[in-house]
């Protein structure tokens, strides 16, 4: 039992690795021990992180996120029931924010963190990564299930979930870009979110900030002949409203400069739901743009599109 508890735990470790690193977080910190310095949590000396990732924030001006990642694994899949899958999750996020709590004032993460030599605000965040194993239920979505979730935390730090399904999902868009024939040289696209992006950066970069990585949207910008181009991956499937909704996020963030817009979903007909694209389309024909719906879940029909 215990054997299997271990494997599956590295396994978990392992598949986080290198999600992270499809986002750019390579340079990561691994198996961090940090003391513990509050006797309210009740548990061993040290807390051990199994990942902290630095880096400049590109929607934050001035500021220097500290994320520190906790990988949970679970070799069967969620609990079944909602209630189980709420305990299951509390119990992850409460052990996360102790980590976290302890980790911000920790000596050596502080010399570290000035190691980096970051900007001069510093914002730390937890990030949990709960992934299973049961390929029956890849997509389940746990989110109306989170609504219910009230946690204690004591960190005073914003916590970020990744499940089963946001991870899959960023696996299947990243993947899907990069074997299309424009997949050779890519970077993640920032919106302005509101009033945080960064004025002194570029609004561009190989890196996707955690915010990001807490969206249903990635979105892409890659270069198609000498044009700037943009492709919008979305955890959503096809409808005349999705597509309005997405074909208008698009033009807000490319504010002009591109010509060329991808827009990916989960499901998309190319026969069956023609009529409806071309429809939601047709709003846009004055924007003088080029813009191709696709399904990222590929299969045969896809060739209709071509």
């Not at 000035?114 to 746990?142: M, S, T, Y």
């Not at 817009?261 to 071309?278: M, N, R, T, V």
């Amino acid at each position: 039992m215990g054997e299997s508890s271990k494997t599956s735990g590295e396994n978990g470790e392992k598949i986080t690795e290198e999600l992270l690193k499809l986002i750019g977080w390579s340079n990561l910190l691994k198996g961090v021990s940090v003391p513990c310095n509050d006797k309210s949590h009740n548990r061993e000396k040290t807390h051990g992180n199994d990942f902290i990732f630095i880096y400049d924030s590109p929607l934050h001006e001035d500021r220097t996120d500290v994320v520190y990642v906790s990988s949970k694994n679970a070799k069967n899949g969620y609990p079944r029931g909602d209630q189980g899958v709420r305990t299951t999750l509390k119990e992850h996020l409460s052990e996360l924010d102790e980590i976290v709590s302890c980790s911000k004032i920790s000596p050596e993460i502080s010399q570290t963190i000035q190691n980096f030599k970051g900007r001069k605000q510093k914002k730390h965040a937890g990030l949990l990564v709960w992934l299973h194993g049961d390929r029956e239920n890849l997509n389940r979505d746990i989110r109306r299930v989170l609504n219910h979730i009230r946690l204690d935390l004591k960190s005073n730090c914003p916590l970020y979930l990744m499940d089963m399904s946001r991870a899959s999902f960023i696996k299947a868009a990243i993947s899907h870009f990069r074997a299309t024939k424009y997949g050779g040289e890519y970077q993640f696209y920032y919106p302005k979110l509101g009033n945080v992006i960064a004025n002194n950066d570029e609004r561009y970069g190989y890196i996707l900030p955690i915010e990001l990585i807490a969206s249903d949207l990635i979105p892409i910008r890659f270069i198609l002949g000498e044009r700037p181009s943009l492709c919008l991956y979305a955890k959503q499937g096809f409808s005349e409203e999705t597509l309005n909704k997405l074909c208008s996020l698009a033009f807000d963030f490319s504010d002009g400069w591109v010509k060329d817009i991808f827009i990916g979903l989960e499901s998309y007909h190319p026969a069956d739901d023609k009529q409806k694209k071309d429809s939601v389309l047709m709003a846009y024909q004055e924007r003088e743009a080029n813009i191709k719906v696709f399904c990222y879940k590929e299969t045969i029909l896809d060739l209709l599109e071509c």
